[in-house]
């Protein structure tokens, strides 16, 4: 019973666990993945705005997965992210836009304005 009430107040103790092991594994990175990773974590926690855990966790676990595979590879850092990393910490973070907050408020308008739709079409 405690279990539950503790996790109600501070989240499941399962997406805790998932994200100390993702930060755990960024640290495990060489260097210059590491900051990069770091980096884009930042940025992708304030641009991404997402509010669902599970959503929130996956991208955090793919990205160290993208960054894992690579360095194992010897892939350089410019040859993940490309010329611009804005470009790519965006096209990267659209694969996790079910996530968002606005998600609400989005179909919040397309619901708005097919209810005005169907008041038009009924007159």
Do not use: H
Request: proline content about 4%.
């Amino acid at each position: 019973m405690a279990k539950r009430w503790i996790e109600k107040v501070t989240g499941p103790f399962e997406d805790k666990r998932r994200y100390r092991q993702y930060k755990a594994r960024v640290q495990q990175l060489p260097p210059s993945y590491r900051t990069t990773v770091e980096a884009l974590d930042r940025y992708l926690m304030y641009r991404g705005a997402i509010t669902n855990a599970d959503v929130l966790l996956e991208m955090a676990e793919d990205l160290a997965d993208l960054f894992e595979q690579n360095a194992a590879a010897g892939v350089p850092v410019r040859g993940i992210v490309g010329d611009d990393p804005v470009e790519f910490a965006e096209t990267f973070l659209a694969n996790y836009s079910d996530g968002q907050w606005i998600d609400g408020e989005r179909r919040r308008l397309i619901a708005a304005i097919e209810r005005v739709e169907q008041e038009e079409e009924s007159r």
